[in-house]
């Protein structure tokens, strides 16, 4: 299919651990892609698609929706009317429904290293997203998380500086 001349762009929704090498293919045909979020595994990942994205002269996009929503345009234009800002909060916790599997013993793709999956590549993404695009990049991150037998982490806090403010991420698959 990346072969074809008949694709002007890919857009697909895959495990994780195949957003990098699906969306490498489409890009090296010189075909524009929508990646579903999160873009890659790993920062060298990302890395390597926007330099062959831009290698190609093609478009990469992350579908990260939520900070184009119009909720979340009000709520940066409602922001300076807050006034100083000390401490931002985002939770994203929701018990997965294949918890019950995984503490079973099966090994669901969600619970698998294999797949680049766990809560933060899951749902922890929203709440990491929605802060880079609400406050830009932190001048430094502190992350914890409880990692499960498989390797896995099933929740975590993330804590980004902001100088002035600080903002925490608690995200969890398994509460």
Do not use: W
Not at 49 to 73: M, S, Y
Request: hydrophobic content about 40%.
């Amino acid at each position: 299919m990346a072969e074809s001349d008949a694709i002007g762009r890919g857009v697909y929704c895959q495990p994780e651990f195949l957003h990098f090498s699906q969306t490498q293919l489409f890009l090296s045909h010189k075909i524009n892609v929508i990646c579903e979020k999160p873009l890659a595994s790993n920062l060298a990942e990302v890395d390597a698609a926007i330099a062959c994205a831009r290698e190609n002269q093609v478009v990469l996009f992350e579908a990260f929706k939520t900070a184009c929503l119009p909720n979340f345009h009000l709520l940066r234009q409602a922001l300076p009317k807050v006034g100083k800002l000390r401490k931002v909060f985002f939770n994203y916790c929701q018990y997965s429904s294949r918890y019950q599997r995984y503490l079973d013993g099966e090994n669901p793709n969600t619970f698998n290293p294999a797949f680049s999956n766990g809560s933060i590549m899951d749902i922890g993404f929203y709440c990491l997203a929605s802060a880079v695009a609400l406050f830009g990049e932190p001048k430094s991150v502190q992350a914890t998380a409880s990692l499960l037998a498989s390797g896995v982490d099933a929740q975590g806090v993330v804590v980004m500086d902001y100088g002035d403010f600080s903002v925490t991420l608690q995200h969890s698959k398994s509460q």
